[in-house]
């Protein structure tokens, strides 16, 4: 799973099909909400704030 800035959804998608071998799920941080889940506060691969859910 990452969390990811917008410049870092391709990153993302990339990493996710070379370890899972299938496409990712993506939905819109500001458009799901989790009961169980904190939101990380950071993209996965620099500071900036999330947007994307890749999964
Ligand atoms: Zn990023």
Known sequence: MYVVCRDHLDDAIEEFV???????????LDKVTF???TQPSRCSFCNKPPKYLVV
Not at 18 to 28: F, G, K, S, T, W
């Open 18 to 28: 070379e370890v899972y071998e299938q496409p990712p799920d993506l939905y819109e």
């Open 35 to 37: 009961t169980d889940w």
